[in-house]
């Protein structure tokens, strides 16, 4: 199978996108691998696919596949790089954008000055919903990693987060506990593990191990369920400068049942062909 694709990035988060308008893509998880390695086929952390509205109040409809082929419910990142994707193909001239996910809906805005702005919708505390399993809802859990207790706020962004607070991101153990985070047993859809310090009421520096797709280099509903996080502990002011190891990100959220704003890049890298194969 040949297939045209665009390369794209969000603060180092990188994509491969796929125009699905005109005619259906199906790719299998092997196939969805071997676009995502990055020795054997073009590299990604994940493959979003562009398809046409499933319903009338939407534009488009949007596919997220982690490296590992699962395909998940949301991407920030990705978000910023769709609106910009179906704007430089000419697909909308909308600056505003509804799209159906699997998380919901999103609303993408393309700004004056080049930035992306995404509604992600409002997160989600509720244990049933994220999932997660616990007796009841509460502000924090312990959950046992390593042979040790941590204390995570749980909640979802379209998918699912846990965030903890750390001294410092750079001695973080990321690499040795992000992936145990990420298979807990309590997170029967696995989950995204984040790493949050606080520098200050306005500022963080975040580090994520995802779900399917091991650390990146920045995590848009990461840093959304980060800045949450850090509101509802009390350490965070309503708007938080977000610095990933890809960059920077603005996150604003007003409290319960606001939407939580996202701002940030988006960039094209190039277009190619692929040869994937059967």
Known sequence: MRLKFTKMHGLGNDFVVIDATQAPVALTPAQLRFVADRHFGIGCDQLLMVEPARSADTDFYYRIFNADGGEVEQCGNGARCFVRYVHQRGLTAKSVIRVGTLG???EPRLEADGQVTVNMGAPVFEPARIPFTAAAEAPLY???????????????????????????VDTAPVAEDGPLI????????????????VIDRSHIRLRVFERGSGETLACGTG???????????GLLDA????????????????????????????VSVFDGTVEIPD
């Open 182 to 197: 990420e298979a807990h047993a309590r997170f029967p859809q696995r989950v995204n593990a984040g790493f949050m310090q």
């Open 142 to 168: 312990d959950l046992e990693v390593n042979k040790k207790i941590i204390k995570i706020n749980v909640l979802s962004m379209g998918n699912p987060h846990a965030v903890q607070l750390v001294d410092n």
């Open 104 to 106: 919901g809906v999103i």
């Open 239 to 266: 708007r938080v400068h977000v610095a990933t190891r890809g960059g920077d990100l603005v996150i604003v959220w007003a409290g319960a049942g606001a939407p939580v704003l996202m701002t940030g890049p988006a």
């Open 223 to 233: 840093a959304c369920a980060a800045v949450v996080s850090g509101i509802r502990r």
